[in-house]
């Protein structure tokens, strides 16, 4: 075969749009988020669970609804079958209850970290392949299930280190009320789809689309009038009371959020919550209490973590009553937002803490029993393998962001002794011992 013939025979090497390679500096602070937040979880008693990527399409469509059911990717298989990718983790989760309801104690509490795929236009922090983190209670319906996803959605962001964020909270059974107050009930889910486009579109053309669903540019304005807060200020229970009178007085929903609220503050943690009555959710399989969250720098970046109170979700695969809430947060979006930030969060892509160096290939059972040591000890250690100058070693460990590097000679491996370098301040520890060395290490 000529050169020229192996040449058109390469194939060019290139991904999808909307899909993306993550090299190890995205993939390492990403990575260590997932870890914390596993970590997290379990420590509220929630227990992992996995779905197949496939499902049976028609599983997946009915219950996204709307533009969802359009993003999602399907085909036939090998055998024929109509098969799609899930274009989330809550669908298959009904799917996985109603099929193995026998095998699980209720309230059964899970957590589900995995990737998604939904075909639509990709655009800044929006992808056709992204991670979703998604955390759930099933089999009650109360307001203390509410509270503590709530409650878990505050603590994640601060086991992640982020520190200004806004969770936006409303309730679909209010707005509802409100609806069926108003005599337009019966339009409700393209009415929740078109206010679900709010920051979008803008209040102009949602009022434009409300009037034409409505037939009434009255009661477009009246259900803008509702979404709409005057205040920004406007505390939590004052917003809920508001909008209780809107909606005729409605007491149930009224009632369920107060209860919230109380536990909220009881917790301390209320100052991060507010009622926003715009948030609705586009999504059709939501009943209850529903919310997205925003980064407060990034306000106009969207949604980060959202969710809601489903109890009809299972309805369809089974005739049990499998009430549920819970909530997910888009790890790619998040990533995305942070870079955009610069946080020192996804700054970190340090492959090892300590490199050591190769000095004299001889000597790599010694660098092997270093390495062993060190790691029973926690700590992250990468032992260089090439036979190369110790200046592109320097320059590997720097690009790897090694922050401590480890070099031995001859008669530091017969005492059984090493030196200890930091790369950033380039400060040396000649021959030490193993205890010496963790004592600088584990203090920095």
Known sequence: MSDKTKARSIIEPRVLKGFRDFLPAMEIPKKAIISKLETHFSSYGFVPIDTPVLEYTEVLLGKGGGETDKQIFH???????????RFDLTVPFARFLAQHQSELALPFKRFHIDKVWRGENPQKGRFREFTQCDFDIVGVDNAEADFEILSMMNSSFSVIGIEDYQFCIAHRGLFNAFLSHLGVLDKSTEILRTVDKLRKIGKQEVASQLAE??????????ILSYIHKEDE???FLTTLNRLSVLAGNEEVHTKRMQTIY???KNAGIESHFVFDPSITRGL??????VYETFLTDLPNFGSVCSGGRYNDLASLYTKENLPGVGSSIGLDRLL???EELKSPIVASTSSADVAILNTDMTSFAYYDTIARALRKTGLRVC?????????????WAENNAITYAILASKEEEEENRFTLKNLGSR????SLTLEEALSILQRN
């Open 75 to 85: 085909f036939k298989d090998n055998g024929e079958r109509e098969v799609a990718l």
């Open 213 to 222: 669903i409505t037939t009434s540019s009255e009661k477009a304005e009246q």
């Open 233 to 235: 200020n406007e505390s």
């Open 262 to 264: 109380y536990y909220l």
């Open 284 to 289: 059709d399989y939501y009943t209850g209490i």
């Open 336 to 338: 995305a937002a942070l």
């Open 383 to 395: 032992v260089y393998l090439a036979d190369k100058k110790l200046a592109a070693q320097y320059k």
């Open 427 to 430: 400060e040396n520890y000649p």
